[in-house]
């Protein structure tokens, strides 16, 4: 029997503000174990919450880029529930009035694109971390309210690979936002998976897991494809799937059901009574709404209209808005939009992966990658030369008219001082001569590298290779063929 | 809300609210609050007495709303005045019993 597959994400995402949600303690990750954390996010008795206003508007831009309704009242509410990394036994939440309602995020899938439903997003409070020692574990509450936006995404999500779309997508989405680093190595964003699967022809949905606390995507995608087939095979053998939460075991690779917490889903949510509720008016959300960063599509399509480069470049350097940002700036200031791609999604990209570095860091300007596209459309440098000064522009950064100047890289298309090195070069293969005259074509390229490279890579390679060619065809004569 | 509302439309099942309160009350004392709770519940019920159709429900007793703070890093507690409360510690951090998920 064939089954269908409802998959719904619950997205945790850590917001881009200096200090935390509720206090002016710091976000920073890393600091030493309880350092960062005062009586508000202690939990104190009697220690009053402020909402930082920067979160708040955060999450609605973040509302705004994927097209969500954003309610003019919004409130916060306490959720009740124990655990040792919760200092107060409830956490600040949003119930019944999110700050965004609805939305969606388009993914592709095999070149088709598809719009997965948001229901909501609210703002929350993280919870603290736990360490675990041999007979005990230790509670850092350094974490403890840092700002966590979480989108709830409708139950339209129908296989694993859609799932990582999503989270690819979203993640996009809000870079260009500008709202968090979706860093996740340090679990800027983690991931509750809701899952169900149900004989084809069925209407209703089947019983769903929820997989708990993925931090990866890759995470997400390799849980899901453990636990689809999982679920099939219970209901398969006439079993039944319970409603449970379940958590994945990376080492193993398998979703393991986790010790139901009694009574742990009657949260008892009520009204925070120490924060004021939030108001937005129709003139602050549309000024919001006008300063909106581009989308990563539009960009896209933009770069495509825009800088006439093909739909893979302009995919590529929209992958990433640095990227993005870096390529535009650049191809402003030239005439050959495409080359600066070629620079950037060959070179550029190469070396950042090698250094594991971030476009951000990088010393060569935007301007100087233009400058060195210039050199090489005028025929100044060739591109053997301009790999050069493109890799000394990585390292050290500077002007590459300079740089060519200083490394006398200026390509020499002096045809009497290429005939020089032909003639040598002739002279000193002989081999190679007799195997181009024999009719290996092939030889006469390793003659134009032995010019390239007593002219120290500075000659006009096409120059060279013409050159080459008329000689070895008066050579030919001259042997009588 | 909605737990509570389903429970306040009769009677507060206190056994049910102490355990997820983590309080272990004697059957006397369950007795005692439910009586003490009851009457409460019933003292707020006198408020149905009134015409409340024209009433919005509210979530705050007062009207202010949009209070905020600017994003900006204050410095925390010392470690040590962190630590100074807790019952037990381990490596700067809150020391509790092992949490087995």
């Known amino acids: 029997m064939r089954y269908l597959t409802t998959i719904g994400l619950e997205v945790h995402v850590q917001l881009r503000t200096r200090s935390k949600m509720f206090c002016g303690c710091s976000t920073a990750f890393g600091a030493a174990p309880n350092t960062h954390v005062c009586p508000v996010c202690l939990g104190y008795p009697g220690a009053m919450p402020v909402m930082n206003r920067d979160a708040v508007k955060m999450t609605i831009i973040s509302g705004l880029m994927i097209g969500s309704r954003i309610s003019e009242f919004s409130k916060f509410d306490r959720k009740s529930y124990f655990?040792?990394?919760?200092?107060?036994?409830?956490?600040?939440?949003?119930?019944?009035?999110?700050?965004?309602?609805?939305?969606?995020?388009?993914?592709?899938?095999?070149?088709?694109?598809r719009r997965i439903g948001v229901t909501r997003i609210h703002l929350e409070e993280d919870v603290g971390k736990n360490m675990h020692f041999q007979h005990s574990?230790?509670?850092?509450?350094?974490?403890?309210?840092?700002?966590?936006?979480?989108?709830?995404?409708?139950?339209?999500?129908?296989?694993?690979?859609?799932?990582?779309?999503?989270?690819?997508?979203?993640?996009?989405?809000?870079?260009?936002?500008g709202v968090s680093d979706c860093n996740l190595e340090e679990g800027n964003v983690r991931c509750d998976v809701n899952c169900s699967v149900r004989p084809e022809g069925q209407k209703e949905f089947?019983?769903?897991?929820?997989?708990?606390n993925l931090n990866t995507f890759k995470g997400v995608l390799n849980a899901l494809k453990y636990e689809i087939p999982r679920q099939v095979d219970v209901l398969e053998s006439g079993g039944k799937i319970f409603q449970e939460t379940r958590r994945w075991e990376v080492e193993t690779g398998v979703t393991i059901a986790m010790?139901?917490?009694?009574?742990?889903?009657?949260?008892r949510y009520f009204p925070e009574p120490d924060l004021a509720p939030v108001v937005t008016s129709c003139e602050q959300i549309e000024e919001l709404r006008r300063n909106l960063p581009e989308l990563p599509r539009t960009r896209r399509e933009r770069f495509i209209q825009q800088y006439?480069?093909?739909?893979?470049?302009?995919?590529?350097?929209?992958?990433?808005?640095?990227?993005?940002?870096?390529?535009?700036?650049?191809?402003?200031?030239?005439?050959?939009?495409?080359?600066?791609?070629?620079?950037?999604?060959?070179?550029?990209?190469?070396?950042?992966?090698?250094?594991?570095?971030?476009?951000?860091?990088?010393?060569?300007?935007?301007?100087?990658?233009?400058?060195?596209?210039?050199?090489v459309d005028e025929k100044v440098i060739n591109s053997n030369s301009a790999k050069e000064v493109f890799a000394l522009l990585f390292e050290k950064g500077g002007e590459p008219d300079q740089i060519v100047r200083e490394k006398g890289l200026v390509q020499v298309s002096d045809s009497g001082a290429i005939e020089k090195f032909v003639d040598q070069a002739i002279a000193e293969n002989a081999k190679s001569v007799s195997d181009y005259l024999a009719g290996k074509d092939v030889a006469a390229k390793y003659i134009v590298g032995q010019v390239m490279k007593m002219s120290r890579g500075k000659a006009n390679p096409q120059l060279v290779a013409s050159i080459i060619e008329d000689k070895l065809k008066v050579e030919k004569m001259k042997r009588g063929g | 809300m909605a737990a509570l509302d389903k429970e306040t439309t009769d009677k507060i099942d206190v056994a049910y609210v102490a355990r997820l309160a983590r309080l272990y009350l004697a059957d006397t004392e369950v007795q005692t609050f439910q009586g003490?709770?009851?009457?409460?519940?019933?003292?707020?019920?006198?408020?149905?007495?009134?015409?409340?159709?024209?009433?919005?429900?509210?979530?705050?007793?007062?009207?202010?709303?949009?209070?905020?703070?600017?994003?900006?890093?204050?410095?925390?507690?010392?470690?040590?005045?962190?630590?100074?409360?807790?019952?037990?510690?381990?490596?700067?951090?809150?020391?509790?019993p092992k949490i087995i998920e």
Not at chain 1, 92 to 111: A, N, R, T
Not at chain 1, 259 to 266: F, G, I, L, P, V
Not at chain 2, 49 to 59: A, I, R, Y
Not at chain 2, 69 to 85: F, W, Y
């Open chain 1, 83 to 113: 655990y040792p990394d919760m200092p107060k036994n409830y956490q600040i939440s949003q119930y019944d009035k999110p700050l965004c309602v609805g939305g969606s995020v388009e993914i592709d899938i095999d070149g088709v694109s």
């Open chain 1, 137 to 177: 574990s230790g509670i850092d509450f350094n974490r403890a309210g840092v700002p966590l936006m979480e989108i709830v995404s409708e139950p339209d999500i129908s296989s694993p690979e859609e799932a990582f779309a999503y989270l690819l997508a979203l993640k996009q989405i809000l870079l260009y936002a």
């Open chain 1, 206 to 212: 089947g019983t769903k897991t929820e997989i708990k």
């Open chain 1, 259 to 267: 010790r139901s917490k009694e009574y742990a889903h009657d949260y």
């Open chain 1, 308 to 375: 006439s480069i093909p739909e893979y470049d302009a995919g590529v350097l929209t992958a990433d808005v640095a990227v993005a940002d870096f390529f535009e700036q650049s191809a402003k200031l030239s005439s050959n939009p495409k080359a600066i791609s070629n620079w950037i999604m060959t070179e550029m990209l190469r070396l950042l992966s090698e250094r594991e570095m971030d476009i951000r860091k990088v010393v060569v300007t935007p301007a100087a990658l233009a400058g060195l596209v210039k050199l």
């Open chain 2, 36 to 96: 003490q709770l009851d009457h409460i519940v019933g003292y707020m019920k006198k408020i149905d007495e009134l015409d409340l159709s024209n009433v919005e429900p509210t979530s705050h007793a007062v009207t202010l709303q949009n209070v905020f703070r600017e994003d900006v890093v204050k410095p925390g507690l010392a470690v040590e005045q962190v630590m100074a409360n807790a019952p037990a510690q381990v490596s700067d951090q809150f020391q509790v």
